[in-house]
């Protein structure tokens, strides 16, 4: 096991397009969740250093910062430690706290530089706040930030995106994630704003392109199809899920994929601090570990080794895609051409047998 996942649940607010294992305050019981971490921690891990950490949410700076602290300084050793922080929560005391606790990435969610936009998707930061967030990150000495975007939000203009790009830019992060907003059916979100997303996804290919586009001109390398990072700032962390490595993941609903299997604990808060993890437990044959490497490893801009994995992708497709110029194969090799790659999920689904 070379990767770790950490689940803080804890949030000020669940935003109405989000649905991930939150839970809203609570701030009584953040000790006893740190507390059921470390538990977990200790049964499913030795304490030998791990490659990557990565602390995800929620919200993880929201949560207390002497817990906060506590958990870090009990992690395992790793090259790469991410934490995932809204704007609104990072003062320069969070900071340097993190900074001197051993994190060395930082993952912030902007989502946009636009009032309304930001309105829309229920954030609390305001475009100042984002900025100053960055600005307390930096002068703490980090010098592996990455800001996080949506694109396709209801009543999003192209100029708004443009706008969004331009001043994503000129905080010049080491990485910049942009995603294509995924409202899930159910949510508030979805039941408010249904319409005006069914009207949005018909642009999206367009404001794909156009992210594309602006970041490669500005200098990032397109190394995932929503990751875009500086020189060598890949995210190693999420690199070892597209490369299919195994990773425990710990907490609150997380899934870890470890030995041939996929678990994922129970989202029930109280079972959880309980000690009852309830996991279901998905194993994973030798096909379904093949086509998701082909799905998961396509998403990326390095040629995929076909070693093992012939008998995942339907050469009829391949045969396909390739007439079409989507899509390059060697002997040893594939790899999707720069349109294939804005295609991508309708290209990967033609090539899986």
């Known amino acids: 096991m070379r990767h770790l996942y950490v689940h803080l649940p804890f949030c000020a607010h669940r935003c109405g397009y989000c649905d991930f294992v939150t839970h809203v305050g609570r701030h009584e019981q953040h000790a006893a969740y740190v507390d059921a971490l470390l538990r977990e921690l200790h049964e499913e891990h030795d304490g030998s250093p791990v490659d990557t950490i990565f602390l ?8 207390a910062l002497p817990e906060l602290l506590r958990l870090l300084n009990a992690l395992p050793p790793a090259r790469e430690l991410t934490v995932e922080a809204n704007p ?20 912030l969610g902007a989502q946009s530089f636009q009032p309304h936009l930001l309105q829309m998707l229920e954030r609390r930061a305001t475009p100042e706040i984002v900025r100053a967030a960055f600005a ?94 500086r020189t060598d700032k890949r995210a190693e962390h999420n690199l070892g899920y597209w490369l299919g490595h195994d990773y425990l993941g710990i907490g609150v609903g997380a899934v870890s ?11 029930k808060l109280a079972r959880y601090l309980d000690g009852d993890y309830s996991r279901e437990i998905e194993a994973l044959d030798d096909a379904t570990r093949a086509r998701e490497r082909v799905m998961l490893g396509l998403r990326l801009d390095e040629p995929l080794s ?13 045969a396909r895609v390739e007439k079409l110029g989507l899509a390059e194969v060697t002997e040893d090799e594939l790899a999707l051409t720069p349109r294939g790659r804005f295609l991508g999920g309708a290209v990967t689904a033609e090539l899986l047998a």
């Open 136 to 229: 307390h990150l930096r002068d703490a000495g980090f010098d592996n930030l990455s800001l996080d975007l949506i694109y396709g939000i209801p009543g999003q203009t192209p100029d708004d995106l443009a706008d969004d790009l331009a001043e994503a830019l000129a905080l010049a992060p080491e990485h910049i994630s942009a995603y294509e907003l995924e409202a899930k059916p159910g949510t508030r979100f979805t039941i408010a704003h249904g319409d005006e997303l069914a009207r949005q996804a018909d642009a999206m290919e367009d404001y794909f392109e156009r992210v594309v586009e602006t970041l490669t001109v500005a200098g990032y390398r397109w190394y995932e199809t929503a990751n875009f990072c």
């Open 56 to 63: 995800g949410g929620g919200t993880p700076t929201f949560t």
């Open 306 to 318: 076909l070693a093992g994995l012939r008998q995942a992708v339907d050469p009829a497709g391949l």
């Open 257 to 267: 994929t470890l030995g041939g299997e996929r678990r994922r604990n129970t989202p």
């Open 88 to 107: 609104e929560t990072v003062t320069p005391e969070l900071a340097r706290a993190l900074r001197e606790a051993g994190v060395t990435r930082v993952s």
